[in-house]
């Protein structure tokens, strides 16, 4: 069969237009395209005879061999039967705004079509009209009107429903010999009950001049311009261990998502997003409650486990046990993680040995055993190993501290001795599983989506860095340099990746992770998307980020740096600054004990670390050891010799030490204030192109290498939480992919400005007041009142002084705000959803938090303080929810 494909799109002078054929398997065929005109490209190619369907997509290529894909993934079309000859006639696809439609969340949830109208092609048809479109309510289809008898002569109620049998491509078969070219029309949007055009296309007349009869001939058009408002929606944002329910466990767990389910359907929302919930135990302790510290990206926790769903203990006593501990851990207003997995983990044991043989020998569980093996086995053997050592840290282990396939697949075999204690592991995230599913299915049924959190980073100690090391930078920390949240930055202590060495196989690792996500969530927020465009990379010997550097990035010679007018001074620029007036400003009284204890002279009033303090983890080491709470002097002291070890105005590049990085917020230290008016003023202008130039071109490169490989191994909808040092980069990559952006009030991307407005956030957004890094919008208000203050009379609105606490009234015009936004997405922690109620709102809202970012020890314990019955018993606080979304729009 011969098949001709035509392309209307404007190449940049030196691209070439491609056309790439998938076959079943997934491998490819390229065409190079010729360009026939301005903006037109054509190739033919051969097919198969009886081909039914075709795969295909377009792409341009560069002269350096670069590849871009067009938006919206790999076109399929259907071709009819005994087509001889073929003429496609296709525009390229570039971002409208529809790709997000495309996801599971619309195609299986919002936009899901229980019956589809079918219009049944003539044996003699040869020309096919064809919009591609997703963005289409259910109760909705799409018509056309044309400037022909078959096509309604533009009468309105003549017009044709086009078959939708190939959702999201509309269609309508003809023949060429019942219309006299050109051919001129429009699709329309009607109500499927009352046949109501609910809107015209916004674009101009679509227009066909003419086609060849002796061929089929299939024109997909570009977008539908609506001009009807787009779909909108709101939900709900909390961990699932906030969860409170008279049924859980001292901490929410997969079950109560289900009620919060209800919540969601009761009020008129539709999505709830969670938190990461992978296992995290590395210490069995409350160190291991912090949820983006993965021990495994497939592995989820095993607190989360409703406990009955799994079995009832045989033994009365034992139940009475259990029941008694349920009492008490649900009284706590925190969740109390430590405990609560101590608890769990008996009742895991005892059901363990009641219950393991017959679910290994279900047909259920054999299937979750062969879909998951690739990482459940390392898992099993790697949660085994870690309990036996008394540690995670794998390279104290005393045998498999290096990972070896073979042996790990015949520890983890039924015929090893220790098949018994890692098989436990096996039943545990078998169970987390079918829980998870039921309650995924749940959530679908009563048209609820999920979303989840995908963290930027593992665990140093994890199964993924103790089976795949050569995929991570161990030797690096990965962060986030200053911001709002932390003058110091963040150092999370997760390795960086390897990203040269990912990208070998085509980004496999991440692509695994979203196809096992893909199984649970219909959603995900890409936690720190900056770090596909370049991460904070943090030497391992390093507390604070402040010594920090983005990794990739370029950074400067000694000859980059003079050509400046710098004069470089290797010590002065890349050793501490240790003056005496340096120590004595930051340690004041204390100085002279830091100079006697931590410091050795080293010229004229200058010093430098004692051998034992020469970096910020030895200094963070010698603290933790005191066996007593730190004084004041001691944190101090710690603090200012954390402090000390940042008194540097460059840092040396760590994969080439003759380059350097201008160090983060240098303008605050004292190694710059001591240097002369000419010298700062040179630093200032090479930070600023460092910092906010330098990079843009690359790091979009960057991302664009990863992102659209790593996003397409799934069809869910994605979320970037784009917060923080934002490149110049970040918004165009996001619109290209068309990836929803993170929109918060308190935290404006606008250069200059102190507060964003929800009415400014763009459609594709999230919109929300706060996250989990934040005070909610009660406990805010009332940490800086001059700050309260300007935003109740500039964000708000209102005159007059600002009250001191945030009444229900004033809560519920931040959330109208924000509902008022044009983003797709309003989705609202549940604390500031109570806020609007003075009964329901909690009274010390400073409880409220869930994460300090600037605590790497913050226990994540925050819990509802009403249960889930409690809260859908309010049938007055939850009417007004629902109120206020529909009046909305949402």
């Given at each position: 069969?011969q ?5 209307k799109?404007k ?7 491609y ?7 997934g491998q ?7 360009c026939?005109k301005?903006?037109e490209w ?17 792409a341009?290529k ?9 938006l ?13 000859k ?10 409208n705004?529809d790709s997000?439609?495309?996801?599971i969340?619309?195609t ?12 049944k ?15 289409i ?6 018509a ?5 008898k078959?096509?309604?002569n533009?009468d309105?109620?003549?017009k ?12 309508i078969p003809?023949?060429?010999?019942d219309?006299k ?13 009352t046949d109501?055009v ?14 060849d009869a ?17 779909w ?12 409170r329910s008279?049924e859980?466990f001292?901490t ?6 289900k ?6 359907k ?9 938190l990461?919930i992978?296992d ?7 160190y ?20 009955e ?9 034992d ?7 349920k ?6 207003d ?20 009641q ?8 047909n259920?569980?054999?299937i ?15 949660s085994y ?6 540690t ?5 282990w ?12 015949a520890l983890?075999?039924p015929?090893?001795v220790i ?5 436990f592991f096996?039943?545990l995230q078998?169970?987390?599983h079918?829980?998870l599913?039921?309650?995924r299915?749940?959530?679908?049924s009563?048209g609820?989506a999920?979303?989840s959190?995908?963290?930027?980073g593992?665990s140093?100690?994890?199964v ?6 050569e995929?991570f930078?161990?030797a690096?920390?990965a ?18 990746y390897n990203?040269?060495e ?19 969530f219909d959603?995900y927020?890409?936690d720190?998307?900056?770090g ?9 010997d390093?507390?604070?980020a402040l ?6 990035a ?9 050509s ?12 501490p600054y ?17 100079m006697?204890?931590?410091l ?10 004692k ?8 200094v963070?080491?010698?603290f933790?050891s005191l ?16 402090a000390l070890?940042?008194e ?7 994969r ?8 983060i917020?240098?303008?605050?230290s004292h ?15 090479i ?15 960057q ?7 790593i996003?397409s191994?799934?069809n869910?909808?994605?979320c970037g939480e ?13 619109d ?14 606008k250069p200059g ?10 459609y594709?957004s ?5 996250t989990?890094?934040?005070?909610p919008?009660?406990a ?9 203050q300007?935003f ?18 004033i809560?519920?015009?931040?959330v109208?705000q924000?509902l ?6 309003v ?6 959803w109570?806020?609007m109620d003075?009964?329901l709102?909690?009274?010390n ?7 300090v970012?600037?605590?790497?020890r913050?226990?994540w ?17 939850n009417a ?11």
């Amino acid at each position: 069969m011969q098949t001709t494909f035509h392309l209307k799109h404007k190449a940049l002078w030196g691209q070439t237009l491609y056309l790439f054929i998938y076959e079943n398997s997934g491998q490819f065929v390229e065409y190079e395209m010729n360009c026939v005109k301005d903006d037109e490209w054509v190739v033919t190619v051969p097919l198969a005879d009886k081909i039914k369907e075709i795969s295909y997509r377009y792409a341009t290529k560069e002269k350096n061999g670069s590849v871009e894909f067009e938006l919206d993934g790999i076109r399929k079309l259907i071709i009819p039967e005994n087509a001889k000859k073929v003429e496609f006639r296709d525009f390229w696809c570039k971002p409208n705004g529809d790709s997000p439609f495309n996801t599971i969340a619309f195609t299986d949830i919002f936009f899901k079509r229980k019956r589809r109208k079918v219009v049944k092609p003539n044996a003699d048809d040869n020309f096919i009209l064809q919009l591609r479109c997703p963005q289409i309510e259910p109760n909705r289809h799409f018509a056309i009107i044309g400037n022909q008898k078959v096509l309604g002569n533009w009468d309105v109620s003549k017009k044709v429903c086009l078959d939708e049998s190939n959702f999201p491509i509309w269609s309508i078969p003809l023949n060429t010999k019942d219309i006299k070219f050109p051919l001129e029309y429009k699709y329309l949007i009607v109500d499927s009950k009352t046949d109501e055009v609910l809107a015209w296309d916004g674009s101009p007349n679509r227009r066909v001049e003419k086609v060849d009869a002796g061929k089929l001939t299939m024109v997909t058009d570009a977008s539908f311009v609506r001009t009807i408002p787009s779909w909108k929606t709101a939900g709900v944002a909390i961990p699932v261990f906030s969860l409170r329910s008279e049924e859980s466990f001292g901490t929410g767990d997969f079950m109560d998502l289900k009620k919060m389910v209800d919540w969601a359907k009761l009020t008129g929302q539709s999505f709830i997003q969670i938190l990461p919930i992978n296992d995290t135990i590395l210490y069995h302790s409350n160190y291991d409650s912090y949820p983006y510290n993965a021990v495994s990206v497939y592995a989820l926790h095993p607190n989360y486990l409703r406990l009955e769903k799994m079995g009832i203990p045989t033994k009365k006593s034992d139940i009475a046990y259990f029941e008694k501990k349920k009492k008490e851990l649900n009284k706590n207003d925190f969740s109390d993680y430590q405990n609560v997995l101590s608890e769990k983990w008996k009742y895991f044991k005892i059901i363990f040995e009641q219950e393991s043989e017959q679910v290994f020998q279900s047909n259920d569980y054999k299937i979750f055993f062969e879909n998951n093996k690739e990482w459940l086995v390392p898992y099993v053997v790697f949660s085994y190993l870690r309990d036996k050592n008394g540690t995670p840290e794998f390279g104290k282990w005393s045998e498999h501290s290096v990972y070896n396939k073979k042996e790990i697949d015949a520890l983890a075999s039924p015929k090893s001795v220790i098949y018994r204690e890692v098989s436990f592991f096996y039943f545990l995230q078998y169970h987390l599983h079918t829980q998870l599913i039921e309650v995924r299915d749940y959530a679908h049924s009563k048209g609820v989506a999920l979303k989840s959190d995908v963290p930027i980073g593992v665990s140093p100690r994890s199964v993924d860095a103790w089976v795949e090391p050569e995929l991570f930078n161990t030797a690096m920390q990965a962060g986030a340099p200053p911001d709002d949240f932390s003058v110091t930055g963040q150092n999370w202590g997760f390795p960086t990746y390897n990203w040269d060495e990912m990208a070998k196989d085509g980004y496999q690792w991440w692509k695994k992770r979203f196809r096992k996500f893909v199984e649970y969530f219909d959603a995900y927020r890409i936690d720190h998307i900056l770090g596909f465009f370049r991460i904070w990379e943090i030497p391992g010997d390093a507390v604070w980020a402040l010594t920090g550097s983005f990794n990739p990035a370029l950074p400067y010679s000694v000859q980059d740096l003079q050509s400046y007018g710098l004069w470089w001074d290797e010590h002065r620029f890349l050793k501490p600054y240790l003056k005496e007036h340096v120590v004595r400003a930051i340690f004041g009284k204390y100085a002279d004990d830091v100079m006697r204890e931590y410091l050795v002279m080293d010229g004229w009033q200058n010093f430098k670390f004692k051998p034992e303090f020469d970096t910020q983890k030895k200094v963070e080491a010698y603290f933790a050891s005191l066996d007593y709470n730190y004084t004041e002097k001691e944190l101090k002291i710690r603090d200012g010799l954390y402090a000390l070890h940042c008194e540097v105005l460059f840092v040396r590049d760590k994969r080439n030490p003759q380059m350097v990085h201008p160090r983060i917020s240098m303008h605050s230290s004292h190694t710059f204030r001591d240097l002369d008016e000419n010298t700062r003023r040179i630093l200032d202008k090479i930070y600023v192109e460092y910092f906010y130039h330098r990079h843009n071109e690359f790091w979009k490169e960057q991302a664009l290498k990863k992102l659209p490989a790593i996003i397409s191994a799934t069809n869910m909808l994605v979320c970037g939480e784009d917060l923080g040092m934002v490149p110049d980069s970040v918004p165009e990559v996001m619109d290209k992919l068309e990836l929803l952006s993170l929109e918060i009030q308190r935290m404006p991307k606008k250069p200059g400005a102190e507060f964003a407005m929800p009415e400014d956030a763009p459609y594709l957004s999230v919109c929300t007041t706060s996250t989990h890094d934040m005070n909610p919008i009660c406990a805010w208000w009332e940490e800086d009142y001059a700050l309260t203050q300007r935003f109740y009379n500039r964000a708000l609105g209102l005159q007059g002084p600002a009250p001191e606490v945030c009444s229900p009234l004033i809560a519920e015009k931040i959330v109208e705000q924000h509902l008022q936004s044009d983003a797709m997405l309003v989705i609202l922690p549940w604390q500031d959803w109570m806020a609007m109620d003075k009964k329901l709102a909690l009274k010390n809202p400073h409880a409220e938090r869930i994460n300090v970012p600037a605590d790497p020890r913050n226990f994540w314990c925050y819990r509802m303080h009403l249960t889930l019955e409690q809260l859908l018993s309010e049938k007055k606080f939850n009417a007004k929810v629902k109120k206020m979304i529909k009046e909305s729009g949402r």
